[in-house]
C-alpha cells in the first residue's frame, strides 16, 4: 500500500493520462471544439452580435452559444448550421478551424 | 513557452497537479469511468496548451481574466452540474497553473459566491508566495 502511494505521489498525472487509452481521441476531439469555438468567437465579434442575438437568431440560448464558444460542449449538428448560417461561415472559415488550405474558393462555396 | 505548476512549499505539493491525479486511473475502473477521466483530463490539457501556444495570455472564449486579480481562468466542465476553474498566470516564459477547484456551472447563493471568492483569494495568496520564490515550480 505504501508503495502505491508513494508511486502516485510521484506521478506526473498528465504524462500518465496520456498513456491512456482514450486520451488521444478525446484530445483531438477537444482540439478541434476549441478551433470551431475560437472560429465562431471572432466571427461574431466581428460582425459585431452578441451571444444573446446569436442566441435568438439561432433559436437556442445565451448560455449554450457561451459554452460552445468556451468549448465545453459537443455541438449538435442541426445547431451547427444554425450558427453557421446566421454568421454567413465561408470556406475560410473551415479552413482556419480545420488547418486546411483553400486552393479553390469557387470551387467549395458552389 | 514553458507550462508549469506552482509549488507550495507550506503544503509541500503542487495544488493544480495534486487536483489533476483525481482523474488517474485505477485497476478497478469500468471503461466509463476511464473515458470519463480520460476526457475531463484530454479537454484541461488541450485549452492549457492552446493558451500556451497563444502566449499564455487571456485569450477569450478559452481563457478570461478575473476581475480584481492579476491571474486568469481557464473553464472546462467537470459534469452537467460542475465546472473545473484552472487559474494562471504567465511569468516571464513560463505558464504558470497556480490553482483549481470546483464550482458550479451556475450559481446564485451568497454561500456558493463566497467559497469560490475563498478559492481566489487561496490562488492570490499562491501568487504572492510564487513571488518570493521564483523557483518555486514542477514541470507540467
Redesign the interface.
Given at each position: 500500500m505504501k508503495n502505491i502511494n508513494n508511486k502516485?505521489k510521484n506521478?506526473?498525472?498528465?504524462k500518465?493520462?496520456?498513456r491512456?487509452?482514450?486520451?488521444e481521441q478525446?484530445?483531438k476531439?477537444?482540439?478541434d471544439?476549441?478551433a470551431l469555438?475560437?472560429e465562431i468567437?471572432n466571427t461574431r465579434i466581428s460582425l459585431g452580435i452578441s451571444q444573446q442575438e446569436l442566441a435568438r437568431i439561432t433559436k437556442t440560448t445565451q448560455?449554450m452559444i457561451?459554452n460552445i464558444?468556451?468549448?465545453?460542449?459537443d455541438i449538435r449538428f442541426s445547431t451547427l448550421n444554425k450558427i453557421k448560417k446566421a454568421l454567413n461561415f465561408k470556406s475560410d472559415n473551415w479552413a482556419r478551424i480545420y488547418s486546411f488550405v483553400v486552393e479553390n474558393k469557387k470551387a467549395l462555396s458552389r | 513557452m514553458k507550462i508549469v505548476y506552482y509549488y507550495d512549499e507550506n503544503l509541500k505539493f503542487c495544488p493544480v497537479k495534486e487536483y489533476f491525479k483525481n482523474y488517474l486511473l485505477n485497476e478497478n475502473d469500468s471503461d466509463s469511468v476511464i473515458r470519463r477521466k480520460q476526457k475531463i483530463l484530454a479537454d484541461i490539457d488541450a485549452k492549457i496548451n492552446y493558451i500556451k501556444d497563444n502566449g499564455a495570455r487571456p485569450i477569450p472564449p478559452i481563457s478570461k481574466p478575473l476581475r480584481g486579480y492579476s491571474f486568469f481562468e481557464i473553464l472546462s466542465p467537470k459534469d452537467f452540474k460542475t465546472v473545473i476553474r484552472i487559474l494562471y498566470f504567465r511569468y516571464q516564459d513560463k505558464m504558470v497553473l497556480l490553482h483549481v477547484f470546483e464550482k458550479p456551472a451556475s450559481y446564485s447563493t451568497n454561500r456558493e459566491k463566497k467559497r469560490v471568492n475563498e478559492q481566489n483569494k487561496i490562488a492570490d495568496s499562491f501568487l504572492d508566495i510564487f513571488k518570493l520564490n521564483l523557483e518555486n515550480y514542477e514541470e507540467y
Open positions: 502516485k506521478t506526473n498525472p498528465m500518465e493520462a496520456k491512456g487509452p482514450y486520451f478525446f484530445s476531439e477537444a482540439k471544439r476549441i469555438g475560437v468567437y448560455k457561451s464558444e468556451s468549448a465545453n460542449i | -
